[in-house]
């Protein structure tokens, strides 16, 4: 089992929608989630992080973590096509090591 | 502040041949990761050190694949002799503890092509 696991997609939505993404880990123990966003030929840029049960709100996006299900998502309200990219989702483990998800492929549609 | 350089940025090199990365991370960030990155997949950690000394190692292909952080800083990774299945991205990573929660930075990668 992987550590982390995250639908590949792609996922498709139209201009201004909410886009919806989602993440599981193993590892009870971790403390700390992180969403990056990846642009095709560039390296993921950190846009989340959350270390906390419930939602965190930054512009338009929100990420909600829910330790006992060991789920974390994000939420992209009034989705761009500049939103268009791979999110990764990563958690830290014991330590400092962090997991990567396979990512998730967003395609917002003007 | 300035973020986490790599060099080079792209690299061709033939089968067997020999190939190096440099990674100079954020100043006074302890943990120094490298990731390698295939196509369509998230980044595979394959070496992080705390200060100069290598704490997780489990993925590193030994065989062919070395790294070093001399002075706990610089790191190169190599590998002697390159696959073609070597193929892939290789990010460079930093991190520290900050007030509110952990700092991570990637660099900008080194694409290398095994031909």
């Known amino acids: 089992q992987k550590e982390v696991e995250q639908n590949s997609g792609p996922l498709s939505v139209p201009e201004g929608a909410i886009a919806s993404l989602n993440c599981t880990y193993s590892d009870r123990v971790s403390q700390s989630f992180f969403w990056y966003r990846q642009y095709s030929g560039k390296s993921p840029e950190l846009i989340m992080s959350?270390?906390?049960?419930g939602d965190k709100e930054d512009g338009r996006f929100t990420a909600q973590l829910n330790k006992a299900s060991q789920y974390v998502s994000l939420l992209i309200r009034d989705s761009q096509p500049s939103d268009s990219a791979t999110y990764l989702c990563a958690v830290r483990g014991n330590g400092n090591q962090f997991y990567f998800g396979t990512g998730t492929s967003l395609t917002v549609i003007p | 502040e300035a973020g986490v350089v790599q060099s080079p940025r792209y690299k061709i090199i033939e089968k067997k041949q020999p190939v190096a990365f440099w990674c100079n991370p954020i100043s006074g960030h302890n943990t120094l990761y490298w990731y390698r990155q295939n196509l369509g997949q998230g980044p595979e950690l394959l070496i992080r050190?705390?200060?100069?000394?290598?704490?997780?190692d489990s993925q590193l292909p030994k065989d062919r694949f070395s790294a070093e952080r001399l002075k706990g800083v610089d790191s190169t990774l190599k590998i002697q002799p390159a696959e073609l299945g070597d193929s892939a991205v290789y990010l460079c990573?930093?991190?520290?503890?900050?007030?509110?929660?952990?700092?991570?930075?990637f660099g900008s990668g080194t694409r290398l092509t095994v031909v």
């Open positions: 959350i270390y906390s049960n």
């Open positions: 990573a930093s991190s520290r503890r900050t007030g509110g929660g952990w700092g991570y930075t």
């Open positions: 050190y705390e200060n100069e000394e290598a704490v997780d």
